[in-house]
């Protein structure tokens, strides 16, 4: 590996952005810095792959860090394993490729420099969170991950919408972020150790920790719940999309919803076979119920970024579930060979679509675009890719991953679970293909549109090119990664797709896509009968995602104020009022304790 590289990786982005305001001072420097920087940092990724692939024992690099004499010393150290090193790559490899999309994406926005000091610093923090060797220093990124999200959320802030959405996102995570705090105190309460190589081990090693097997899983599943999007924390997600393009990329492919579901990854190696059975149940039923309704979402979404949103709380739910199938490392393989698919893929559709977005002006209401497709062919095909690994076609990465799924489900008996799973894969093939013909087939369907003029710039078709060819390559390397991850099955083979699991993906292909082509391709029936009688009503309900929205408003917000408004007429501000209520309180209160003697 590089020199030092298990510091730089995460160190070199922080520093980089806190010499944003330095490389300002020349507008050139400032644009080719943070991209410079992005790629370097995946150059020091990639080195640290042939170290940990020759196997155990594993590179730990320590120091102390918060020491007090006979009560406490904290290390920071920096774990290096297969787990941490994948997501390394994958955070620092997508990064560097929206960084230089970004060039393009955001030339001549105000506030630049802020955009380039969050994103380095988003990257840096996620990559400390994935190599910290403890739970200290993990929540430590983990709130600079929720705050660079909030700030880029947030970006365009002149903007109600975005700065709403900003501020949603930073709420709605902080409800998972105390149960996760919650259940790091009790770890240490009980260990006196924040460390992941103290607690790992099996059932033994747990004794001294009474609440292991029962409280703690829970807690840190729930703030995986609230990063991850999933259910009921996912309200964030979908009006997160009110950032930049490139922001949206980000966030999903490779930083802040990735990070519940590799706190999962990390929690499961820990547990191994010490895993509660409750645990992993919640796990499978969270992640396909999820998965399931948010594809449902996804079929009536007309913002072209919103179905991007809903289609990858939907996939975090597909890799929540492989974790909870079973308590081994196989199963977290699984999970985060598809998490290597979605990465691919979804920064692909994200970036893709940014093209369009970027020279319609910002428009993103699929219902006014169509018949693009001449105008923008290497978005179009680039997209058409990234939709078919998206809805599992083979033979693209999307197939190989989520067949590894189904075949995962098959094995451990978890059939209810593979029946949402199964048909969440033909609701988002038919979505995906609903997004392609509403944006690119057809004709133009509104005047300002037929205005406008497609670009796509080198800088926005080299990521395109490159994330495409990924989305073929990467499907045929699960073997590989497998071995990389250091998994073999009970049989001792490496866990691979089954001819029924395979059977389910083609059924589900068919049931996704023969319905999708009828109806906006030959229009048989059209797509507008849908909005009518019954079909209407349902309809309306997956547009509004299942009200959860409006029920979270109507009981937290507005039921809030209604109770401080209530409770502002005990306290009207008059004096004697208010002595006499405290009067009342203290004669009631001696009674009390004179009646209980």
């Known amino acids: 590996?590089?020199?030092?590289?298990?510091?730089?990786?995460?160190?070199?982005?922080?520093?980089?952005?806190?010499?944003?305001?330095?490389?300002?001072?020349?507008?050139?420097?400032?644009?080719?810095?943070?991209?410079?920087?992005?790629?370097?940092?995946a150059a020091f990724a990639l080195s640290m792959i042939p170290d940990v692939s020759a196997g155990p024992p594993y590179p730990n690099p320590q120091i102390s860090w918060l020491l007090v004499p006979g009560l406490i010393e904290v290390k920071v150290g920096v774990l290096l394993d297969p787990l941490s090193v994948f997501m390394c790559n994958i955070v620092a490899g997508i990064g560097s490729l929206i960084l230089l999309y970004s060039l393009a994406y955001m030339a001549g926005e105000e506030g630049i420099t802020r955009y380039w000091f969050f994103m380095l610093l988003f990257i840096g923090s996620m990559i400390g969170l994935v190599v910290a060797d403890n739970f200290l220093w993990l929540y430590i990124f983990w709130e600079m991950v929720g705050l660079c999200s909030y700030a880029l959320i947030g970006f365009w802030y002149k903007k109600p919408e975005a700065r709403k959405a900003g501020v949603k996102a930073f709420i709605v995570t902080r409800i998972g972020d105390v149960f996760f705090l919650a259940g790091i105190i009790l770890i240490f309460l009980n260990t006196g150790s924040f460390a992941f190589s103290d607690l790992k081990g099996t059932l033994?090693?747990?004794?001294?920790?009474?609440?292991?097997?029962?409280?703690?899983?829970?807690?840190?599943?729930?703030?995986?719940?609230?990063?991850?999007?999933?259910?009921?924390?996912?309200?964030?997600?979908?009006?997160?999309?009110?950032?930049?393009?490139?922001?949206?990329?980000?966030?999903?492919?490779?930083?802040?919803?990735?990070?519940?579901?590799?706190?999962?990854?990390?929690?499961?190696?820990?547990?191994?076979?010490?895993?509660?059975?409750?645990?992993?149940?919640?796990?499978?039923?969270?992640?396909?119920?999820?998965?399931?309704?948010?594809?449902?979402?996804?079929?009536?979404?007309?913002?072209?970024?919103?179905?991007?949103?809903?289609?990858?709380?939907?996939?975090?739910?597909?890799?929540?579930?492989?974790?909870?199938?079973?308590?081994?490392?196989?199963?977290?393989?699984?999970?985060?060979?598809?998490l290597m698919s979605h990465a691919i893929f979804k920064a692909l559709l994200f970036l893709a679509a940014g093209v369009i977005i970027h020279s319609l002006a910002g428009l993103r209401d699929m219902r006014k675009m169509g018949g693009?497709?001449?105008?923008?062919?290497?978005?179009?095909?680039?997209?058409?890719?990234?939709?078919?690994?998206?809805?599992?076609?083979?033979?693209?990465?999307?197939?190989?991953?989520?067949?590894?799924?189904?075949?995962?489900?098959?094995?451990?008996?978890?059939?209810?679970?593979?029946?949402?799973?199964?048909?969440?894969?033909?609701?988002?093939?038919?979505?995906?293909?609903?997004?392609?013909?509403?944006?690119f087939l057809g004709e133009k369907r509104s005047e300002e549109v037929k205005k406008m003029h497609i670009h796509e710039p080198w800088v926005m078709r080299?990521?395109?090119?490159?994330?495409?060819?990924?989305?073929?390559?990467?499907?045929?390397?699960?073997?590989?990664?497998?071995?990389?991850?250091?998994?073999?099955?009970?049989?001792?083979?490496?866990?691979?797709?089954?001819?029924l699991s395979v059977s389910l993906s083609i059924v589900a292909l068919l049931v996704g896509g023969i319905p999708a082509y009828l109806v906006y391709w030959k229009r048989s029936p059209p797509p507008e009968n849908f909005a009518r009688g019954g079909w209407g009503a349902l309809q309306r309900l997956l547009s509004e995602g299942y009200y959860f929205d409006k029920f979270y408003y109507a009981v937290f917000v507005d039921g809030l104020k209604a109770a401080v408004q209530g409770f502002r007429k005990t306290h009207p501000g008059i004096l004697n009022f208010n002595i006499s209520l405290i009067l009342g309180g203290l004669l009631l209160l001696a009674f009390l304790l004179l009646m209980l003697g």
Request: hydrophobic share 60%; glycine share 8%.
């Open 1 to 41: 590996m590089l020199p030092y590289a298990p510091f730089l990786v995460w160190l070199l982005p922080l520093v980089a952005s806190a010499l944003m305001p330095l490389a300002a001072l020349h507008p050139k420097v400032r644009d080719l810095f943070p991209v410079v920087v992005g790629f370097v940092t």
């Open 204 to 338: 033994e090693a747990f004794k001294v920790l009474p609440c292991a097997l029962s409280t703690v899983p829970f807690l840190l599943l729930l703030g995986a719940i609230g990063k991850s999007a999933q259910l009921p924390l996912h309200v964030w997600l979908p009006d997160a999309m009110e950032g930049p393009t490139t922001v949206s990329a980000l966030i999903h492919a490779a930083t802040m919803v990735k990070a519940g579901v590799y706190l999962m990854a990390r929690t499961h190696l820990i547990y191994m076979e010490a895993a509660p059975e409750a645990w992993l149940t919640a796990l499978i039923w969270v992640g396909a119920i999820t998965a399931f309704l948010t594809a449902t979402m996804g079929l009536t979404a007309v913002d072209i970024k919103r179905v991007l949103a809903y289609s990858t709380i939907s996939q975090i739910g597909y890799m929540m579930m492989a974790l909870g199938l079973g308590a081994s490392a196989g199963f977290v393989f699984i999970s985060q060979f598809h």
């Open 372 to 439: 693009l497709w001449r105008d923008a062919p290497v978005t179009f095909y680039t997209m058409v890719v990234g939709v078919l690994a998206l809805g599992g076609v083979p033979p693209f990465n999307g197939f190989w991953s989520k067949d590894l799924i189904f075949a995962a489900a098959l094995e451990t008996g978890n059939y209810a679970a593979l029946f949402l799973a199964v048909v969440t894969a033909a609701l988002t093939l038919a979505y995906g293909l609903r997004m392609i013909y509403l944006t």
């Open 462 to 499: 080299v990521p395109l090119l490159i994330l495409a060819t990924l989305c073929f390559i990467t499907g045929f390397t699960g073997e590989n990664f497998a071995g990389f991850m250091g998994v073999l099955t009970h049989n001792g083979e490496v866990f691979h797709v089954e001819p």
